[in-house]
């Protein structure tokens, strides 16, 4: 069933959304490369490799709908140069909430117009954004942990980028 124009809108202002978040993650791979932190660097490039597969998500569900997937204007990052660990991470978890909150928007505005064939699809993407919430936190938590302990970042960052990475193209399910 094809969806409104106007969800359709709404679905490629997510789209977009999902582009400007993975351009974040990259600006902020970007900060933990300046400080020499290759692992955190590899796990933050991971999290843009994934906001580019769930962007793809929607393309496909909007383009599976006979609808018109498009990409809007993609915002510059807003990330400000030497940022912490600690702000790496709070900065991400801001951006996660943003995302979680444009979903459940989305969400709604579906259900408002009895749009169920978009359900499975935005279910799936709470609970991935409650995961990305859950996971970002307690990152924030341990990186608190460790305060100022160098080699407590050390391992921190030999964690994170031991994560097995995945295409952009790949089925996130």
């Known amino acids: 069933m094809k969806m409104s124009n106007d969800l359709e809108k709404k679905f490629q202002e997510q789209i977009t959304l999902e582009f400007e978040a993975s351009m974040t993650y990259r600006q902020l791979a970007i900060e933990a490369d300046e400080q020499d932190l290759p692992g955190i660097a590899a796990w933050l490039r991971h999290q843009a490799d994934e906001e580019i597969v769930h962007a793809n998500k929607f393309i496909q569900h909007v383009s599976d709908r006979d609808n018109h997937a498009a990409i809007g204007a993609i915002k510059a990052p807003g990330v400000t140069p030497g940022l912490s660990v600690l702000e790496i991470f709070e900065a991400a978890l801001a951006h996660e909430q943003k995302v979680s909150e444009a979903i459940r928007e989305l969400y709604r505005s579906a259900d408002k117009e009895g749009d169920y064939d978009s359900r ?28 100022d302990d160098g080699s407590g970042l050390l391992r921190l960052d030999s964690e994170l980028g031991a994560r097995p990475t995945e295409s952009t193209e790949a089925d996130a399910d």
Request: net charge negative; charged share 30%; proline share 4%.
């Open 120 to 147: 499975p699809l935005l279910n799936w993407f709470v609970d991935e954004q409650i995961e990305e919430e859950a996971t970002a936190s307690e990152i924030i938590g341990r990186v608190k942990l460790i305060g």
